[in-house]
């Protein structure tokens, strides 16, 4: 019984991240319509600029979460608009042109933080990164709780940025109806650099959240590539109460599958329920979720 | 007219460029083909071992050499995946129509290498790749009567031999009568904690418990609270440098400490990069281990002290270091006993006949068993002790006294 809650626990805390690491592709494929394969290798420079600053100025890594996120943000501005937006105004050109950028793009990223950072490992030790919580019997590691609570104040901010703003309404309208909210008079050119901001941000995030209690180096990116991708489509595409579902249910079932199956069979699980939803439930737990 | 006429000449010019550069390659340098992985998760691996091919390569060429000639090595980036390391060998061998190839740092790597070649026929020295088929002609359907059609060449052991000087420490001091083992679903890590059950069996201890990991792995606490649930007296991990260094931290952060020994099968355990990263939570962890740098060979403190020098204090050579160092060693002494004609087939009889000291130790290329061309070494035991790497098995060659019996809770507070 000890051994089933502490593996509820953490399979909960883990797929919190993964949601927020999903949240910020599933958003851009709703909006551009396309899976953005630099996700983790955005992810990572998030990560390497949360190192900087905690190695050369001593900032905790959750503080530079002010920081750091900003940068990552204006970062996916200019790449959507500088590289994926003048593909996407030619029409002759196809929508999976864009998701090759985005490869290319991932690459350049890789090879810029080799070259300015090397192959070496980083970690970020902090004073609290070995701290554990005793909850009776269950420890719990304290920054995947703060990771945790942190990832659901963003989903929360995001909602509410979705729903009750402008901004958000807008965001809604062009990832329904690019067309109609042209129409409308939302400039779809705006929202779609804007929302691949917004999703650079968020998986930037995650990143940092990630790194007091993970490591890092240049290629730590395609990992989470494939959870991101996982979690967008058994979320069902560009939903994103689809893709926090989506990451609790990987979070759990991975975790389970490492405890009663076998640790090394941990990704099997994830895909094995991936190809369940793509044959039994092709719309994503979206469709069940109604939303 | 005019622009026919440059044409001519600047296809003149080409021309002699072309012909000059033929006449050229007898005395330009000998091209060696290297095959390691420089980017991906295994990189911090790859770089050591290239920094140590070309220190050990400046070396070669300050004192005059192969017979007058300059010695290049070609790298090629297998990025810890065997389909690239495939494509690199072939990309090595049909390309940069290398004579040899050296490298080959992940098992499963190495052996997709080895494959391209053997059927190339261009010898292959391996220097890191452990798993033990790659020296065992049945498993490229040759026979061990086959040596002269066999192009596979290795300087480490095997990783069924990696514990075996382990188990001296084992059976005299810390008798444990049980042991878990955890390692990466890879080639090296089945193979590795096979052997090492087998190993088990034979002293007489209790294997309770074989569980496997994918490298990469954010939480192993899952893994680790069965570990503890099955309370062994010692723990064997089979890992790369961050996943042992996660494997470490994490067991420091659920209080696992029963276990009389941590115990890490080499590869990322004697790096510097899990010390710096699995910080306090790296003391007193023991690691079977290749070479130390206080071993009694000629040059190897030498080596180290130079690596150390160019490289800085946070990069200090472990094994996989001195493994590429004396790989590059091996080719330069085999090259120069081709007598100017640098083929496959020349370089593959100078291998043959090889019999050198590196700073590795000695090179001779054997059979036993299953295997040929496999040259056998003593391995060791080393601890983490203060923050250092420190040789403590066997005791007459030791540099440091063990830490035993190990108080992990105070280690780790």
Redesign the interface.
Known sequence: MELFLQTLIYGLLIGGLYAVIGIGMTLIMGVLGIINLAHGQIMMVGMYLAWVFWTFMGIDPYLSLFLAVPLVFLLGIFLSKYFLQPLIEKESILPENQVLMTVGIGMVLVELARFIFTSDYKSVETSYSSETIALGNISISLPMLIAFVIAIALTLGLFQLLMKTDLGRSIRATAQDKDAATLMGISSKKITILTYGIGSGLVGAAGILLLPMYYLYPDVGPIFTIKAFVITILGGLGSPIGAIAGGIVLGVAETFGATYISMGYRDAVGLVIFLLVLVFLPGGLKQVLKI | MKIKKLLTILVVVLMMVGINSCGKKETGPIKIGVLLP????M??F??MEKNSYEMAKDKINANGGINGRKLEFVYEDDTGKPDVGRAGAEKLINVNKVPMIAGGYSSSVTFAAAAVAQQYRVPFLVNTGSVDKITQPEAFNLTTNDGAKFYIYRMNPPVSEYASGLEGLLSQIVKPKSVFIIHE?TAFGTKGAKSFAKTAKKLGIEVKGN????A????????L??AK?ANPDMVYMISY??DA??LM??A????FTTPKLFVGAGAGFTMP?FK??A???SEDVVSATLWHQSLPIKGAKEYFDKYVEKFGKDHTPDYHGAEAYSAAQVVADVLKRCNGKYTPETIKKALDATNMMTVFGPVKFTSYGKKIHQNKMNTYVVQWINGNLKLIWPEDLANAKFVYPIDWAANWK
């Open positions: 420089l980017t991906g998760h990189a911090n790859g770089t679903n569980h496997q990991y994918s990469g792995t954010v939480d192993f606490k899952p893994l609270l069965n649930k440098v961050m260094a996660m931290k994490q420091r952060q659920i209080e990069a710096e990263n910080g306090k939570a």
